[in-house]
Every structure is written in C-alpha cells, then in structure tokens.
C-alpha cells in the first residue's frame, strides 16, 4: 500500500468566503437550501430566513456544521448558485489532491471523530466550522489509492442500501401486519370461528345490548348518587347512516362517551407544568410517555404538587386509557395500577370507562386503523390542532359481548406477542447493518496506520 502523508486539511479545502444579510441584494432571490440528510440529499426551500447567509456554487462541498459526522455533506451539482445559512460552510477542493468521494466517507467515519475529540475543544458537540476543520491534519494517501477507497465504499454501500431495503420493507410488512389485526379485532373478524362455537355465549343475557344497559344502569345511579347537582350530557343514539360497517351478530354500536364514569368524563391534563421541582412533586405524562398501545416512564417529568391539584380529575387512578390529543397523535395506553397518583399534562386525554372490564377492548379500538379513519374523517386539521374532546365523546365504538372481547383481548395479545419478536429481530437487523457500514468506515481509514 502507498505511504500514507500527514496533511492539513487546508492544503486541499479552501473555504468560499462571503457573509451576507438576508435581505443582501446578494442572496435575496436565490433559492435557500434547508437541510442536507444523513444520505446527503440537498432539500431546498424558498422560505426567508433571518440569519446570516452564505453562497454556494456549483461543485462546492457543503458541510453541514452540526450533523456532518452523520452524513449531512454533500456535493452541490446545481447550475445556478443558491444560499445556505452559516450552520453551514462551503468549500472548494483540490481534485488534483483529494477524491471529494473518499472526503466525504472520511467526514463520516469513527476516525474523523476522533480527530476532532483529540485537536477541537468541545469534539463533534462543537458546531464544525472552517476554522475547526482547515486545521485538522490528516494521515492521506495518495490519489490513487483515494479513488480505489472510494469505489470499494460504493460496492458495500449499494450491498448495504439493498439490505437496508429490505429491512424498511420488513417495518413496514409489520406495521400493516398489527393494524390488520387491530382491524380484524373491531370487526369481529378474529372471532368468527369461535362465534360459531358458541352461539350461546353471543345471546341472550350475553349480548351486547344488555351489557349496555348494564353501563347505562350504573352510570345513572352514580350520577344520581352523586353530590354534584350538574346534568350529564345524554348523546344522540346511533343512526343507521352513522355505521360504517356490519357488526356480526351479539354486537351493537355505541358511542364513547356512553361508556365513561360520569363523575369524571374525558378530560385532559395539566395546561401548563411549569419549572419541574427540584425535590417533591407528581409524575406528569406527556405525549413523549404515552406511545403506542404501552407507556414509558423512563423519561417521565414531575410538576409541583399545588399545579397537580388544580387537575385532580385527571390524577390517575389506574385502570384509565391514556390517548394523545395534541401534536404527536397515535399513542393510546392503558394506565397500570403503579402509576396511580400520576397526572398528565394537556396534551394527553384521560378516558376512565364505567367498568374497567371493556379496557382492552377499547384500547384495540382506539389503536385500530378504524379509528385513525373516523378521527381523520371528523376532525380537519387535527394534526395541528388536537383532537377535540367532545368529538372523542361522540366516537362510535363497536362493542361485543364482554366474554367474546375477553377472547379478543386473548388473541390479539398472543398475535402482538409474535409480532413484536419478529419487530425486534428486524431492529437488530438494522442495527447490524449500521454497525456494519461503521465497521467498514473504520477499517478502511485504519490503512494509515
């Protein structure tokens, strides 16, 4: 192998200097790049931006100051000349020095960031900027020996692509695999062949009908009971024309909110959590806990206990389902009993159904593609604006007779089960390949050594 020379970067970049205002004649009708991904895709914008600029030309190299060491560098191939702001920085190169290819697979390798753990203060925290990188020295090979690194990453790249193909087809097989099921669950569809065996578990005092009535009875002797003197809102029976599907025999349509503790109704949390205390203080759910069918208190915040106390109705009980209303909608749980005593912020709604036995059948619904369908359907916007509480409360809910979602709650259980096995064998799948291209990174550029 050739002999490997100590260089400083600077001897092949040269920086394209220039800063401009944003309003700078100079910049002001050119298009805006707005990011660079980690595969090195330029995306662009014609959006304004308030800070400063700078100007890229065809054939520079263009770095992007806080993520290059993830990949987001790239060769700007562009006839007309466009700007970027000075997170990012410019170059020109020396073809007659350095293989721009091979420079940008060095910029993403683990010896690039031990470079700059060892000469920049801060390490790859730092925002790169010319003046970190020019001075770095670098052991370099020859040209040659540049270009034979460079085409050698582009085989195992492709190689590598193809399995990452692969690995995103299988994510996405899996995700339709779930929400297929979840669908076949609220349509009864799971549960055909056993309808079938037992009819008589279907009729009768089994029914569906009479386990509403049932909820509709407790629900009125608890609001009668109740010291409270408030109405509670009665919702409109079912229309034919509401339906959106056939209910196999045993089930009936419902509305959601005819299936909640009226005491306390659907109600989100805590509008603002303030500074988290030091010491003290309550658990607060956020839409960042709550994901999808599961909630994770690894990250959980607290609020102070006076702020809590100001939403006492949605201080968890255990036993409630948990659904995202605002920003990040798709996360739905059941509260465990060891979280009792928590609260959730606004962002989450609280659904506490009369009796806890239809949890996890309305949880299978909440997570269903037919809900996604009905929310979309009903709420414009919803993604910027939230889910509306009162809409929620007007929900149809497909509800079978208690033993017949116990036997649901079974199978979708047993299903999800297999499916989260084979999501983490695809997970490990992925990981191996990005540790595969870091392990090809490293061996490449441990040639100097």
């Known amino acids: ?32 790049l707005d990011k660079i991904d980690f595969s090195g895709k330029m995306h662009f914008s014609d959006k304004s931006s308030k800070t400063d600029m700078i100007i890229v030309k065809k054939g520079d190299l263009v770095i992007s100051g806080i993520n290059v060491a993830k990949g987001a ?7 007309e000349d466009i700007t970027a702001t000075i997170h990012y920085s410019t170059y020109q190169f020396d073809d007659e020095k350095i293989d721009v290819e091979y420079f940008k697979r060095f910029l993403k390798s683990p010896k690039f960031i031990q470079l700059l753990k060892s000469q920049v203060k801060g390490g790859i925290k730092t925002e790169i900027k010319p003046k970190h990188l020019l001075p ?5 090979p020859d040209l040659d020996t540049q270009k034979s690194i460079a085409n050698f990453f582009k085989r195992t790249e492709n190689d ?19 929400q297929s099921i979840l669908q076949e669950a609220v349509e009864g569809k799971l549960t055909a062949q056993w309808r079938k065996q037992h009819p008589e578990l279907i009729s009768g005092e089994n029914h569906a009908a009479r386990l509403l009535e049932k909820i509709k009875a407790e629900r ?48 989100y949390g805590i509008i603002k959590l303030g500074v988290e205390p030091k010491s003290g203080g309550v658990f607060t759910l956020r839409t960042s806990d709550v994901k999808f069918r599961y909630i994770d208190i690894s990250k959980t915040r607290k609020v102070r206990e006076n702020i809590s106390n100001n939403f006492k109705r949605t201080i968890l009980q255990g036993g ?52 996604n369908t009905e929310i979309k359907k009903n709420l414009r916007g919803i993604a910027y604006k939230g889910l509306n509480l009162n809409l929620l409360s007007l929900l149809l809910v497909p509800l079978p ?41 490293r061996e490449a550029f441990n040639g100097e050594e």
Request: overall charge positive; glycine content about 4%; proline content about 5%.
């Open 1 to 32: 192998m050739a002999e490997w020379q100590k260089t400083q970067i600077s001897e092949f970049l040269k920086e394209r200097v220039g800063r401009y205002k944003p309003n700078d004649p100079a910049v002001v009708n050119l298009k805006r």
């Open 73 to 79: 560098l790239a060769v700007y191939d562009g006839e």
């Open 136 to 140: 770095l020295k670098i052991n370099l």
């Open 160 to 178: 590598i692509y193809e399995l990452s193909n692969e690995i995103n087809h299988q994510q996405s097989f899996i995700k339709q695999l779930r």
């Open 220 to 267: 009125e002797k608890l609001a009668k009971n109740a010291k409270s003197t408030k109405k509670f809102k009665e919702l409109p029976p079912v229309s034919e024309e509401e339906k959106p599907f056939e209910l196999p025999e045993g089930w009936v349509w419902t509305r959601l909110g005819k299936l909640i503790n009226p005491l306390r109704g659907i109600t």
């Open 320 to 371: 409630e389902i948990l659904i995202n209303v605002r920003g990040t909608l798709g996360g739905c749980a059941i509260v465990p009993d060891e979280l009792r005593g928590f609260n959730v912020s606004r962002e989450v709604s609280v659904v506490p159904l009369q009796i806890v036995e239809l949890n996890k059948h309305i949880l299978n619904v909440v997570s269903s593609p037919y809900f």
């Open 401 to 441: 007779p208690l033993l017949e979602q116990q036997v649901i709650s079974q199978k979708v259980n047993k299903l999800m089960a297999k499916i989260n096995a084979l999501e983490e064998q695809v997970k490990n799948g992925k990981a191996q390949a990005e540790q595969l291209m870091q392990a090809v990174l």
